[in-house]
């Protein structure tokens, strides 16, 4: 089965501290790490990569930063939208920082 492919875009408020913005990214990113199957109790996260948008087609509507996370199955991408306690909490954490955020999954190849 191939992968699911979870995008996440984030427009950070206008007043939001570099620090603050790189915080709220490397902490996206770690997810990867700290994010525990229920079952295994070890991370389930495929893959994770984002960064700061570069693009120069200005379409991006005003977000500014995109992750790319990877998971093996839809149940794995299932737990981490609705149940994981340490994506919650994350999702919490950006309060006050994050004034915009979309998410868009995928299966390669279906349409």
């Not at 902490?27 to 994010?35: F, G, H």
């Not at 930063?65 to 340490?86: I, M, N, Q």
């Not at 954490?93 to 299966?107: N, R, Y």
């Amino acid at each position: 089965m191939p992968p699911i492919t979870h995008i996440v875009l984030f427009r950070f408020k206008p007043d939001t501290s570099r620090d603050d913005i790189n915080d709220a990214c490397d902490r996206m990113l770690n997810l990867k790490n700290t994010c525990l199957h229920p079952v295994s109790n070890k991370p389930y996260i495929r893959s994770s990569s984002g960064g700061v948008d570069n693009s120069k087609e200005g379409i991006q509507h005003g977000m500014t930063h995109a992750f790319v996370v990877e998971f093996d199955s839809v149940e794995d991408r299932d737990y981490y939208v609705e149940k994981d306690s340490t994506h919650h909490a994350f999702i919490k954490s950006l309060d006050g920082v994050i004034e915009k955020a979309q998410a868009v999954d995928f299966t390669a190849g279906v349409f």
